[in-house]
């Protein structure tokens, strides 16, 4: 069985740009979740959906926002960019919401110059 | 909102049993206790989850004593493949509330 995809796995972006980041969950998985990790502030997490539907929502401020579709693929986008935006951004996929077995992907690694 | 505390690193040696600490003195009744494990630049993975009393899986074993108030993670035989960080986390088994990851515990194998 496929593991969780992420794309693009790496990215470059200017500040004031928006950025897509994408998330293919594990086939069956009907949940994702969405984490920011920085070497200052640690694994934070971002939101997590369900049935197309956010769950719960981490303390970020709205530039950050995400989406589910009924495939269950989830994407997340940053707009208006700030260089403390900078960061490893995790996607993690479980059967169900609240699921202590979640499977992370490979990260999207994006750089705000 | 239980606040897991773990050691902020730890050393040991190819062979040696290693054992990872987490405190987690506000667990509500209805958490569980679960350790991932992350290497540079990947997502953590997840090791191994518990209620009560031990859990063992084919990678680590836990040990959670009557009060529920600590958890320790241990670690048969550590090898140098070993060497990444471990995430103490405490879920509600309802999924009111999503994981929580704190610092955690940077574990250097050495040969």
């Known amino acids: 069985k496929a593991g969780v995809t992420q794309t693009p796995r790496y990215l470059i972006k200017t500040r004031g740009q928006q950025v897509t980041l994408s998330c293919s969950p594990i086939s069956g998985h009907r949940s994702v979740s969405w984490y920011q990790q920085t070497p200052g502030q640690g694994l934070q997490f971002l939101f997590e959906y369900f049935s197309e539907t956010q769950r719960n929502k981490g303390n970020f401020p709205g530039r950050f926002s995400g989406r589910q579709f009924s495939n269950s693929r989830s994407e997340m986008n940053v707009s208006t960019l700030e260089l403390g935006d900078s960061a490893l951004y995790l996607c993690a996929s479980s059967l169900a919401p609240g699921r202590a077995e979640q499977y992370f992907g490979p990260g999207t690694r994006l750089t705000v110059t | 909102l239980a606040k897991t505390t773990q050691p902020i690193s730890m050393d040991s040696y190819e062979g040696q049993e290693v054992n990872i600490t987490c405190s987690h003195n506000?667990?509500?009744?209805?958490?569980?206790i679960t350790w991932y494990q992350q290497f540079p630049s990947q997502g953590p993975r997840f090791i191994i989850q518990?209620?009560?009393t031990k859990v063992t899986n084919e990678v680590a074993s836990l040990f959670i004593p009557a009060d529920r108030k600590s958890s320790t993670l241990s670690l048969p035989r550590v090898s140098l493949s070993d060497t990444a960080v471990y995430y103490c986390l405490v879920g509600d088994s309802a999924g009111r509330r999503a994981l929580t990851f704190g610092s955690g515990t940077r574990l250097q194998v050495q040969p």
């Open positions: 506000n667990i509500a009744t209805n958490d569980y």
């Open positions: 518990g209620y009560k």
